[in-house]
């Protein structure tokens, strides 16, 4: 069965430090993997997935992720955070396109200045 | 307009009411879905449709009932309303490629 761990429900950067939200899978077949970023009041907006083709994959608002099958992960990263960047990221994984998505239980980024 | 819209935004019902919320897509999707959000829980899957003849119960289905009415459109019921069902809803529409696009949501309040 498939199942996501986002490591920390809450991570907390200064403006300008690098962000790094870290998720797990495990999966009985090659996954595909997301990350959906929720603003305050709002729908999930995807901000990156890894499909099979290339292990980095980059995303909307300088975000990126690597995919490494030998550790199941697949963690989020920016260079360096803006404080636009404040909201609640979910890791989610499918087996199969257009099936349903399992969800990781969401990290809260704070950015403070 | 949004692609994938979701009414009502907000509703306070009570203990026992029967309630509805409905999405609509314009995008032309065969696949759509129900998620469920709770604080520090992420999302739950209540119900899948792969089209207007199938429908399949996600992990969370109990106490939940969906309707498919036409491929853009997917509502969700709630037959007898009970405290614990309030949450943030989500729908989420697929055209079969691995990207599920989100309605903005629909947050529920049962007294």
């Known amino acids: 069965a498939q199942s996501v761990t986002q490591l920390g429900s809450h991570v907390s950067v200064s403006e300008g430090a690098l962000v790094l939200l870290r998720c797990n899978y495990s999966s009985s077949v090659p996954p595909y993997l997301f990350w959906y970023v929720q603003y305050p009041n709002q729908g999930l907006q995807l901000l990156l997935k890894y499909t099979s083709a290339a292990t980095l994959v980059k995303g909307i608002n300088g975000f990126e992720a690597e995919f490494k099958k030998s550790e199941t992960s697949f963690h989020l990263t920016k260079p360096s955070a803006h404080m636009s960047d404040a909201a609640e990221y979910f890791c989610?994984?499918?087996?199969?396109?257009?099936?349903?998505?399992?969800f990781g239980k969401g990290t809260t980024l704070s950015v403070s200045s | 307009d949004a692609d994938v819209t979701q009414t009502p935004r907000n509703r306070i019902t009570k203990t026992g009411k029967r309630i509805m919320l409905e999405c609509s897509q314009t995008?032309?999707?065969?696949?759509m879905y129900w998620y469920r959000q709770d604080p520090g829980l992420g999302l739950q899957l209540i119900y899948y449709?792969?089209?207007?003849?199938?429908?399949n119960k996600g992990e969370i289905s109990d106490g939940y009932s969906v309707s498919r009415q036409a491929q853009a459109k997917f509502s969700l019921s709630l037959e007898s309303a009970i405290p614990n069902q309030t949450a943030l809803y989500f729908c989420?529409?697929?055209?079969?490629?691995?990207?599920?696009?989100f309605g903005p949501g629909t947050r529920l309040t049962v007294l």
């Open positions: 989610a994984v499918s087996e199969q396109a257009g099936t349903a998505l399992i």
């Open positions: 989420a529409t697929s055209g079969g490629s691995y990207e599920q696009f």
């Open positions: 995008k032309g999707h065969d696949r």
């Open positions: 449709s792969f089209d207007v003849k199938d429908i």
